[in-house]
């Protein structure tokens, strides 16, 4: 009867250990620069994650508003295991069409955000192209770790797949003379920037660890992640780090308040301080994070043309082929464009334009009417949308192709979601299809959206292969060619190639940008 009892609480306590080990999704230990990291599996068992991995040291108390320094080496395993905490930000609510999978989860906000998240498929040999995505968010929101960012089906689809975070708003932007002197580069302001690079020379270092190809990187984002690929792809600080960029809704081809000169960034940082009644750098390193956020609010904080990471206009840097010289894949979304405030009658609308535009506001009228109210309002959301992202993406096709030497692919979206029609094919609408991960957004998704996000998928993920997104039982995608001006249309009924429909747009919005280039 003894022995039948221990043989019975052996057997019990081995099938505890196998159940355990059959229930325990931690996963693959891997070596950084940093120290030993541990990941979870996904339910599934056949994808790697990797949850908050510091690449930089937590840019706070004295190393507030400064380039970030390298991570503090740890012992043991880290379990990486759950999000670290997203930028500091104002609380996150839910507004007009952005629902909860566009919003941060509910985890802390922090200064101490420098983290990454990295997704690979279990099992997997060989290096795979590796696609580093930006987070938007107008430089003020966003989190590496918003559902609609998840990389669990990108890696599936045979991508290391890694989220970032970096600074944000006053924290990411601020510039400042006292800055720029204590500065070994005589810079200040581009401290996102700044954490991208470093994020991006992370991956550089260790991606290979997690089975990716350092010399096979992709750096993709959306509005002010596309911002950021475009600053990064002309930065000469970001030389090496990438091979491909992927830009979604965003660029800084413009000289009208995208981006800021350092003494224009100077001046307002030293109004920063006033308003906070700090009298010295040291005193704005002392003043709580929170105090700071509410002094700055909401308010676009922009990038800075600070004689380093951004050595002049972006537009500039192009024209001179002095960009990081790689393929592109850019766009936009057709019903992108933001209301433009108070209704305005016929007479008012060209009353403005004739103040704002002078000799071209006869052509402005042609590429945007406004004969009547119904005229006026679309015509505002087309001019935002061409204004703020379209005519960038244009502009980037047009000056890579003419002046370097890489193939650009350029598309609209235009599939309008299921629920809140209203809006069309909105802002944002497009990264669940690019990203595959219609499935962490609640809405009624039709057999249409699940065959435009997996051939979406698949363009963006060939191009991370070989930059070119073409691949088996896709439609073609031709490269932009300036003598055709054609693009992809993705929306769930016709995917093919069409000519560009706002080109008499966009050449009034170049006039109107040679005119203040000469200025």
């Not at 009867?1 to 196998?18: D, E, P």
């Not at 566009?102 to 985890?107: D, N, S, Y």
């Not at 500039?316 to 433009?340: A, C, H, K, M, S």
């Not at 991960?437 to 809405?443: G, K, V």
Request: net charge neutral.
């Amino acid at each position: 009867m003894k022995r039948y009892l221990v043989s019975f609480i052996v057997a019990s306590m081995i099938a505890t250990i196998i159940h355990a080990q059959s229930t325990d999704n931690s996963a693959g230990v891997v070596t950084t620069d940093g120290g030993k990291v541990s990941g979870v599996l996904n339910n599934e068992r056949t994808v790697i994650i990797y949850k908050g991995i510091p690449y930089a040291a937590p840019p706070v108390g004295a190393l507030r508003w400064k380039a970030p320094l390298p991570v503090q080496a740890w012992t043991g395993i880290r379990k990486c295991e759950s999000f670290e905490a997203s930028p500091i930000q104002s609380k996150p609510v839910p507004f007009m069409m952005y629902t909860a999978e566009f919003l941060i989860p509910a985890e802390p906000i922090s200064e101490d955000c420098l983290y990454l998240n990295v997704w690979n498929k279990a099992g997997s040999a060989g290096k795979k192209p590796v696609i580093v995505w930006i987070h938007g968010g107008a430089f003020v929101s966003g989190s590496g770790s918003c559902p609609i960012y998840d990389g669990e089906d990108m890696a599936k689809k045979g991508v290391v797949f890694v989220t970032i975070n970096y600074r944000l708003g006053v924290f990411g932007f601020l510039a400042h003379p006292d800055l720029t002197k204590e500065s070994s580069t005589h810079s200040s302001g581009n401290y996102a920037f700044l954490d991208q690079i470093a994020a991006l020379q992370w991956v550089k270092k260790n991606i290979a660890q997690f089975g990716g190809d350092p010399n096979r990187v992709t750096i993709a984002g959306q509005s002010a992640g596309s911002f950021s690929v475009n600053a990064l792809a002309a930065s000469p600080v970001a030389k090496g780090l990438f091979q491909r960029v992927i830009a979604e809704s965003g660029g800084m081809f413009n000289r009208d308040g995208r981006t800021l000169s350092l003494d224009s960034a100077e001046q307002t940082g030293k109004r920063i301080m006033e308003k906070v009644n700090a009298a010295s750098l040291e005193d704005m390193r002392n003043k709580p994070a929170d105090e700071l956020l509410k002094a700055t609010g909401m308010g676009m904080m922009s990038p800075v043309i600070d004689g380093y990471v951004l050595p002049g206009p972006v537009y500039d840097i192009y024209n001179e082929v002095r960009q990081n010289d790689v393929p592109v894949l850019t766009g936009w979304n057709r019903d992108e464009g933001f209301p433009q405030g108070a209704a305005l009658s016929p007479e008012d609308y060209k009353a403005n334009a004739d103040k704002q535009y002078k000799d071209l506001a006869d052509e402005f009228l042609k590429a945007y009417p406004g004969n009547t109210a119904d005229e006026i309002k679309r015509s505002q959301l087309e001019w935002s949308r061409d204004n703020f992202f379209a005519w960038h993406a244009y502009t980037w096709a047009r000056l890579e192709t003419k002046k370097g030497k890489n193939k650009v692919f350029l598309y609209e979206f235009s599939r309008v979601p299921p629920q809140n029609e209203q809006y069309g094919a909105f802002h944002s609408a497009e990264i669940s299809y690019a990203l595959h991960t219609l499935h962490m957004w609640n809405r009624p998704w039709t057999a249409d959206d699940k065959k435009l996000e997996n051939i979406m998928s698949s363009y963006w993920v060939n191009f991370a292969t070989s930059g070119d997104p073409n691949g088996k039982g896709l439609p073609l995608w031709k490269a932009f060619d300036v003598h055709s001006s054609s693009l992809i249309q993705l929306n769930e009924k016709e995917i093919g190639m069409k000519p560009i429909p706002s080109v008499a747009a966009f050449e009034f919005i170049d006039k109107y940008q040679e005119l203040i280039r000469k200025k």
